[in-house]
């Protein structure tokens, strides 16, 4: 009988120790520099790794508002959140009305916490060509 209590209090108690497992998120990809001709596609990829899995979200840092994307703003049809957190342009913008240059971080978080991506610089190159700098180097 003692040699099945013990058996039964060692299941029980590994049981314990393996649902106490969440972790912080943690940027495992970080935003990449990169040049993007305007009306074309581009991708800034931000993944992240931590338990349970974290939510990506991204920020336009110059308002420090939320990138507005599809389908949620009817607005923003060119911009999309992918599932794995990654921001897809369907078309670069930079006109007079609207603009995708400016500085770009994206956020983890989890009911454990949160952490942000480093922060990155676009600026306009030319009239055909802008830049999005995504990284370490702020201009």
């Known amino acids: 009988m003692s040699e099945r209590r013990n058996k039964f209090c060692h299941i029980f108690f590994s049981a314990i120790f393996a649902f106490d497992e969440n972790e912080a998120p943690k940027i495992t990809q970080q935003p990449l520099d990169m040049e993007v001709v305007r009306n074309e596609p581009v991708t800034l990829n931000c993944?992240?790794?931590?338990?349970?899995?974290?939510?990506?979200?991204?920020?336009?840092?110059?308002t420090g508002e939320p990138v507005r994307t599809a389908p949620l703003d009817p607005l923003a049809q060119h911009r999309i959140l992918l599932p794995d957190g990654s921001l897809f342009f369907l078309s670069a913008k930079h006109g007079r009305k609207e603009q995708d240059t400016g500085v770009y971080y994206c956020v983890a978080s989890n009911e454990v916490g949160a952490v942000r991506s480093v922060g990155s610089t676009s600026r306009s190159l030319t009239r055909r060509l802008f830049i999005l700098l995504i990284g370490l180097k702020v201009l």
């Open 47 to 62: 993944r992240a790794s931590g338990s349970p899995p974290p939510t990506i979200e991204w920020f336009k840092a110059d």
